[in-house]
């Protein structure tokens, strides 16, 4: 069963690269990875995806090594508003082909001025 | 372009009611997914429709619970007699792609409150 594991809260300031791991050991080997922005009150939002080595958009980056049981989110610079929790997401596959999404309990960012 | 829109955002009801949450998806995503976070745990999945067929709903909770998405447009989500345990957040995902390799846009989700 996929499960992702991640740390429960990250402070940092302003200006400041954040980094955020989370481990999930048992990925299988069509699982993508897969990171959300989740504000209170709202439903979570697509940050980025990958599946291995580095993958970089407008907002952040996504390191994966080789063996997958890892991966890291870098936010650049991040800002007040990027206050939020992540949530790292594997895809599980079924024998049927089907997936679902297992979330896990998240990191909460918190951002100082 | 509209995102996922979810009806109602809170709904308050007693135990043995009946509540039918629903989820209008972004035009075009054939893929509509349930989620629900209940009080001090993790967001779980419920299931995924393609179109009108349901692709996986093994993390439905048990028989009292009924989604339907006739015709592959909106899907309705409704719990039957519902119990205190069903209290939580229900969100409603839509992607254009099928998984493995999709972006799922969630709604705001609906809030539901069973006394």
């Known amino acids: 069963l996929a499960k992702t594991t991640q740390p429960i809260s990250m402070d940092s300031y302003e200006g400041q690269e954040v980094n955020i791991t989370c481990s999930h050991n048992?990925?299988?080997?069509?699982?993508?990875i897969t990171w959300y922005q989740q504000f209170p009150s709202q439903g979570p939002r697509f940050i980025i995806q990958?599946?291995?080595t580095k993958v970089t958009n407008e907002v952040a980056s996504l390191f994966i090594p080789a063996d997958r049981k890892s991966s890291t989110l870098s936010l650049p610079r991040v800002s007040l508003s990027d206050t939020a929790v992540y949530y790292c997401?594997?895809?599980?596959?079924?024998?049927?082909?089907?997936?679902?999404?297992?979330f896990g309990t998240g990191t909460r960012l918190k951002v100082l001025a | 372009e509209a995102g996922v829109t979810q009806f109602p955002s809170h709904s308050v009801i007693e135990k043995g009611q009946t509540v039918t949450l629903r989820c209008d998806p972004i035009?075009?995503?054939?893929?509509l997914y349930w989620y629900r976070r209940v009080m001090g745990k993790e967001i779980k999945f419920l299931l995924h429709?393609?179109?009108?067929?349901?692709?996986?709903e093994s993390g439905m909770p048990n028989n009292r619970f009924l989604a339907e998405r006739t015709g592959g447009t909106y899907s309705t989500l409704k719990v039957q007699p519902a119990e205190l345990e069903d209290s939580g957040v229900y969100f409603c995902a839509s992607s254009q792609f099928a998984p493995p390799v999709n972006e799922q846009f969630f709604g705001p989700g609906t809030r539901l409150t069973v006394l």
């Open positions: 997401l594997v895809g599980e596959r079924n024998t049927s082909g089907t997936y679902k999404y297992i």
């Open positions: 035009s075009g995503h054939d893929n």
């Open positions: 048992n990925i299988a080997t069509n699982d993508y």
């Open positions: 429709f393609v179109k009108e067929s349901k692709q996986d």
């Open positions: 990958g599946y291995k």
